[in-house]
């Protein structure tokens, strides 16, 4: 597979940008293995960016990896692009990848604005570490778990690093319905976009205030 795709920047991936490489060089200072610096970059996108479902997505730049960075919340693709950018910014080939699910437990007020409980476009990053793509899913940060019991997803490097199942509680929580691709070099937006509008409708966009 020709890797030199997923090391390159693009508007949205933007490992070029001086915040995301500087941020990404101070992660993984004094790492010297492709695992080690991913599971630290993993970790911060995880627990120190916010995650945060009330976030436009209506234009390219709401996705960029360095607005989100700077921003320090974002929901599941915004952190996924994020940790994309970290990982190029340090020559870790990174890609994107996408499915579509249903959380059994939303709460009531999101539930309510988007008229189910399927999220028709979750998005996480892949990481080729050791001849080898690993999926890390970096979107429920450590607070969030703990305030509703959720098990937060863990990343080694070696294995995938995907939403369980069940809570704590052992209720059902997460169903992965359908793969929707991967290996993305770069964010599908128009796919992204029909996928929210064709599910919830024009107002998955612009989220209402909280």
């Known amino acids: 597979m020709e890797l030199k795709k997923y090391l390159k920047p693009t508007d949205i991936i933007d490992c070029d940008s001086p915040s995301v490489r500087d941020k990404s060089r101070e992660l993984t200072e ?3 293995e492709a695992a080690g610096k991913a599971i630290s970059l993993f970790y911060f996108v995880r627990d120190a960016i916010r995650y945060n479902l009330y976030v436009s997505r209506s234009r390219p730049e709401h996705f960029q990896a360095s607005r989100t960075l700077a921003n320090g919340h974002g929901y599941c693709v915004q952190k996924a692009v994020l940790l994309t950018a970290l ?7 990174a890609a994107l990848g996408f499915a579509r699910l249903r959380n059994h437990l939303l709460p009531e007020k999101t539930r309510a604005w988007l008229g189910t409980d399927i999220l028709p476009f979750h998005g996480y990053t892949e990481l080729y570490i050791d001849g080898r793509w690993v999926k890390a899913t970096p979107a429920f940060d450590a607070e969030m778990c703990r305030k509703y019991g959720i098990i937060p997803v863990d990343f080694d490097g070696k294995n995938d690093g995907m939403f369980h199942s069940h809570n704590r ?5 997460i169903e992965y319905l359908e793969d929707l ?4 070099d770069d964010l599908p937006l128009e796919k992204l976009q029909r996928a929210l509008i064709e599910t919830i409708g024009p ?8």
């Open 203 to 210: 107002g998955a966009l612009e989220p209402p205030l909280r």
């Open 181 to 184: 691709g991967h290996h993305y």
């Open 87 to 93: 990982a190029r910014a340090v020559d870790i080939p």
């Open 30 to 32: 004094g790492e010297k």
């Open 169 to 173: 509680d052992g209720k059902l929580r």
